[in-house]
């Protein structure tokens, strides 16, 4: 092989990109990963001669979202070729072997590349009759996952399901699906939670382990800080509507029309932990709440269960002057609203301050055992 042959450089070179959207996107890179500037130059060494890395991508109780958003890009970008640089050497959906043929794929890389290889999980993992709801070449998933997983430099937990069992372990569910974290506790594991997981958070999670030899900062529940460790509603572009008390409260109403605050449709924005604002989907066009709809919270544990029913609003974080309305902005009310608007924010900024104090006091970059315990807990989100 020719020195820098297989490198992103020369991938990079390859496809025709410039070397300033290179530097472009490594900047921007560096801003996902909440690092200063002066990270982009040293991201763009790091990158320049990035090797292949081996990837198993297993999929259990899944719809194949989250590929998806790996697929989703319609030209290539730099950031599809550094996910280009993840040799993914088996993916059901993707792959051209079929039978045995795969499994032998899958069984290789794991001989070949001991502890060196990044396993990626999409889709629960059942767990109930011995994991019969879910078996593939005629070996039940969780086998497959303990094999991949516990064998593996670290495995990315991709989208809600593989990170606490989504929907299929739901309330009621009979396949008694759980995440990754519950199958290998103590391995290193990422979870990029969402329903699907924003492929953004994905790239610059390898772009962080191509540049710096480790995985990002998590928190308790194995999600990498830079991504969740910020309230969704400080976010929100709809915020200012917010905190003017304009709401909408009706589909298609005139504060629909306007853009105001989702908040009395049932928007979980106040109780979740997201960068979808600033990300964004599909190139960085829009998230649900710019088109239109409320935040699911779809990144917060067991969300399926602890954020439903969907379009009821959330009862009153203490707070929040979620009860005043534009018309009572007026002139008479300036001072108390101002008083309302304080107290939001410092309880807000509070809140936040100890999501992330707490988390800070427990993460660690995940090069070690990171991922945390399971999420076993009632499931309830992790706001005071
Ligand atoms: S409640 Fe929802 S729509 Fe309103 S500001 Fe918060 S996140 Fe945005």
Not at 28 to 36: E, H, R, S, V, Y
Not at 199 to 210: F, K, M
Request: glycine share 14%; charged share 20%; net charge neutral.
């Amino acid at each position: 092989m020719e020195p820098g042959e297989g490198t992103l450089g020369r991938l990079l070179v390859a496809h025709h990109v410039s070397r300033r959207a290179f530097l472009r996107f490594c900047s921007a890179m560096a801003a996902a990963l909440a690092l200063p500037p002066m990270y982009a130059p040293r991201i763009a060494r790091a990158l320049d001669v990035a090797q292949r890395v081996p990837v198993i991508w297993l999929e259990g109780q899944d719809c194949a979202g989250n590929t998806e958003g790996f697929l989703r890009a319609s030209h290539p970008t730099v950031a599809d070729l550094v996910l280009e640089i993840l040799s993914v050497d088996y993916h059901e959906t993707l792959m051209a072997p079929a039978g045995t043929a795969a499994e032998r794929s899958r069984s290789d890389t794991v001989g070949a590349f001991p502890g060196a290889y990044i396993a990626v999980v999409e889709g629960g993992i059942p767990v109930a009759e011995g994991g019969v709801y879910c078996a593939i070449g005629g070996r039940s998933f969780r086998s497959i996952v303990e094999e991949v997983c516990g064998g593996a430099l670290a495995t990315i937990a991709v989208g809600t399901c593989a990170y606490d069992g989504g929907l299929p372990g739901a309330n009621g569910g009979p396949t008694e699906a759980v995440g990754v974290s519950a199958i290998v506790p103590g391995k290193t594991i990422i979870n990029l939670p969402g329903c699907p997981m924003n492929v953004q958070n994905l790239t610059a999670t390898i772009v962080h382990y191509l540049t710096f030899g480790t995985f990002p900062a998590v928190d308790s529940r194995g999600r990498p800080t830079f991504a969740y460790g910020q309230l969704l509603h400080d976010q929100c572009e709809r915020r200012a509507h917010f905190d003017a008390g304009e709401y909408v409260l009706g589909w298609g109403d005139e504060g629909h029309r306007k853009g105001w605050c989702l908040y009395k449709m049932g928007c979980k924005g106040p109780e979740t932990f997201a960068n979808c604002p600033t990300v964004r989907f599909n190139d960085r066009t829009s998230w649900p709440v710019k088109a239109g709809h409320g935040c699911v919270g779809c990144t917060m544990p067991r969300f399926w269960d602890q954020m439903s029913p969907f379009y009821r609003r959330l009862s009153n974080p203490p707070g929040f002057a979620v009860d005043v309305t534009a018309d009572e902005v007026g002139l008479a009310f300036v001072g108390a609203v101002t008083g309302l608007t304080v107290i939001h924010g410092a309880a807000s900024y509070a809140r936040a301050r100890r999501a992330r104090a707490s988390d800070e006091a427990i993460s660690r970059p995940a090069g070690g055992p990171a991922g945390g315990p399971p999420p076993s807990g009632d499931g309830r989100p992790e706001v005071a």
